[in-house]
């Protein structure tokens, strides 16, 4: 019973801003981690952005300062791309159902039950 949906992939030129929503039903998402994966061609899933039930938020190094994970619309979780590279080409996937790992929401895609399909982001240079 539980749905995890991404919309807002695109086509942009280097340098533009994507805003990707992840609706979730089935669940209270809050009780959980949600976070944000991307994985491209030949490369491992990444795990990019996440936010816990108290609203903290970490991000990998790659796009520190660039994207931001926030609260949304009741049950929804955003990431909003900035200045994207056309390193950030790929697919991003929605996840959720971690628990915190000592104060901090995992980083890995193996803590994460429930996924969304992916959408996808282009970045053109």
């Known amino acids: 019973q539980v749905q995890l949906v991404e919309s807002g992939g695109g086509s942009v030129q280097a340098g533009g801003s994507l805003r990707l929503s992840c609706d979730a039903s089935?669940?209270?998402?809050?009780?959980?981690?949600m976070g944000w994966f991307r994985q491209a061609p030949e490369k491992e899933r990444e795990g990019v952005a996440f936010?816990?039930?108290?609203?903290?938020t970490t991000y990998a190094d790659s796009v520190q300062g660039r994207f931001t994970i926030g609260d949304g619309a009741r049950n929804t979780v955003v990431l909003r791309m900035d200045r994207l590279e056309s390193d950030d080409t790929a697919m991003y996937y929605c996840?959720?159902?971690?628990?915190?790992?000592?104060?901090?929401?995992?980083?890995?895609?193996?803590?994460?039950?429930?996924w969304g399909q992916g959408t996808q982001v282009t970045v053109s240079s």
């Open positions: 089935g669940y209270t998402y809050s009780s959980y981690c």
């Open positions: 996840a959720g159902g971690a628990k915190r790992v000592d104060l901090f929401c995992p980083r890995t895609s193996a803590e994460y039950t429930d």
């Open positions: 936010i816990d039930s108290y609203g903290s």
